[in-house]
């Protein structure tokens, strides 16, 4: 790999962390913090990112900067994970099979939608 794709991964990178931040922010101000619903529009979003660039069928290296770089530090399975488990600490059973159920099945669902998308592109 060259410096200048290292370059633009960290860029792209940052770009995409600090755009989660802001997301999940904005989202969670609103709604509050008691479910993750901020969490839950990142990944989703995210997922039908992903399933755009993959149904585009970009060249290695753009997917690597789109895919990688963009959507891979703008979503967060850790962050999901945490919030999920935090849920049945705090004994909210509803809240954590519906933010598990909710994230698999919407963000399979999410990714196919834009993969259909971007395959029509």
């Known amino acids: 790999m060259t410096v200048v794709l290292w370059i633009g991964v960290v860029l792209i990178g940052g770009a995409g962390s600090v755009l989660r931040f802001v997301v999940d922010g904005a989202i969670a101000s609103r709604t509050g913090r008691a479910f993750p619903y ?12 992903l399933g755009l660039i993959t149904g585009l069928a970009l060249r290695h290296t753009a997917a690597l900067l789109a895919g990688t ?14 919030e999920t488990q935090r849920l049945g600490e705090n004994r909210q059973v509803l809240g954590l099979a519906a933010n598990v159920v909710v994230s698999v099945v919407a963000g399979i669902s999410a990714a196919a939608l834009g993969q259909l998308i971007g395959n029509h592109l």
């Open 38 to 49: 901020g969490t839950l529009v990142v990944n989703l979003s995210g997922a039908a990112a």
């Open 69 to 82: 770089a963009a959507v891979g530090s703008y979503t967060t399975f850790s962050t999901w994970m945490f």
